[in-house]
Nanobody
Framework: QVTLVESGGGSVQAGGSLSLSCEAS?????MGWFRQSPGKEREGVAA???????NYADSVKGRFTISKVNAKNTVFLQMNSLKPDDTGTYYC?????????????????WGQGTQVTVSS
């Protein structure tokens, strides 16, 4: 069993930046971020594996950067040029597979979520 501890998030105005981090208690290969807004289904945002291969949702390409420090089993998400549509609860996810596909079924462990609010 792997526990994920998220940190970061908060509130920012549109155009601003926020960063998220997530540390896993055990060995992982792929880690990623999903988000859920009120009334919407949870969607994949970005994922990366230990080989440094990232995958981004089209809605965040060019604005978000995901990175992973393998030695610390920690993943970071730098979010720039934030938009109100980026508002939601962001969940960290991890697996011991190498796939970075943005589907919930590709990940085995989940964090509790951290709130990101972007005001216009």
């Amino acid at each position: 069993q792997v526990t994920l501890v998220e940190s970061g998030g908060g509130s920012v105005q549109a155009g601003g930046s926020l960063s998220l981090s997530c540390e896993a208690s055990g060995f992982t290969i792929s880690m990623g971020w999903f988000r859920q807004s009120p009334g919407k289904e949870r969607e994949g945002v970005a994922a990366v594996n230990s080989y440094g291969m990232p995958n981004y949702a089209d809605s965040v390409k060019g604005r978000f950067t995901i990175s992973k420090v393998n030695a610390k089993n920690t993943v970071f998400l730098q979010m720039n040029s934030l938009k109100p549509d980026d508002t939601g609860t962001y969940y960290c996810a991890a697996s011991r597979g190498s796939s970075t596909i943005l589907r919930e079924t590709a990940f085995n462990w989940w964090g509790q979520g951290t709130q990101v609010t972007v005001s216009s």
